[in-house]
């Protein structure tokens, strides 16, 4: 099975800082990656898929990268509602998750 | 609006079983592949299974393969999760996902449930 990480678990930042989140993959995947935001209490809302590809209703300063084995997701400009959790996930017939990388406010 | 409701998440002992269910609106549900994602409090999330729109694949996470079943209804646009033999481990809250694209599953998954708690506890 493909596995999944992600760096950092958690990193702190202020709001207007430009964020970086990386998924590395255990075997080449193509593109077949997405990723998700997460808030307490609420169901994962896709961001992005196709490793690229800005899911509709997304706002413009989320952006992913990648191919192969390594996946970037960017946040710019960070906005007070991006204060999340982020996983990435890979798309094949059993699809899992990352462990996820926790943005909180610095 | 496009909608999944699960229900069926309560209190089961050890060893005990439950049946989940996903109610699925306004979309057509015989056409998309579903799955069952679940997330221990405080933790990731673990994908646990996935069934075809025609019910001829079936897949598992190692996880609960062989005491977990999926199932649905496409007449009454429905998917369950029948969970046997329930560990503490199994705690956690379970959504349903519809990947974004029918018949696909490589393009992620845009609509969720909102969740339903299962609790595995004497």
């Known amino acids: 099975d493909i596995q999944l990480t992600q760096s950092p678990s958690s990193l702190s930042a202020f709001v207007g800082d430009t964020v970086a989140i990386t998924c590395r993959a255990s075997?080449?995947?193509?593109?077949?990656l997405a990723w998700y935001q997460q808030k307490p209490g609420k169901a994962p809302k896709l961001l992005i898929y196709a490793a690229s590809t800005l899911e509709s209703g997304v706002p413009s300063r989320f952006s992913g990268s990648g191919f192969g084995t390594d996946f970037t997701l960017t946040i710019s400009s960070l906005q007070p509602e991006d204060f999340a959790t982020y996983y990435c996930?890979?798309?094949?017939?059993?699809?899992?998750f990352g462990p996820g990388t926790t943005v909180d406010v610095k | 609006e496009v909608q999944l409701v699960e229900s069926g998440g309560g209190l089961v002992e050890p060893g005990g079983s439950l049946r989940l269910s996903c109610a699925a609106s306004?979309?057509?549900?015989?056409?998309?592949?579903m799955n069952w994602v679940r997330q221990v409090p405080g933790k990731g999330l673990e994908w646990i299974s996935s069934?075809?729109?025609?019910?001829?694949?079936?897949y598992y996470a190692d996880s609960v393969r062989g005491r977990f079943t999926i199932s649905r209804d496409n007449l009454k646009d429905s998917l369950f999760l029948q969970m046997n033999s329930l560990r503490p481990e199994d705690t956690a809250m379970y959504y349903c996902?519809?990947?974004?694209?029918?018949?696909?599953?490589?393009?992620?998954?845009?609509?969720w449930g909102q969740g339903t708690m299962v609790t595995v506890s004497s």
């Open positions: 306004e979309f057509t549900f015989t056409t998309y592949t």
């Open positions: 069934i075809s729109s025609s019910s001829a694949n079936i």
């Open positions: 075997q080449d995947i193509n593109t077949w």
């Open positions: 996930q890979h798309l094949a017939t059993s699809p899992q």
């Open positions: 996902a519809r990947p974004k694209i029918p018949h696909n599953q490589n393009y992620g998954m845009d609509v």
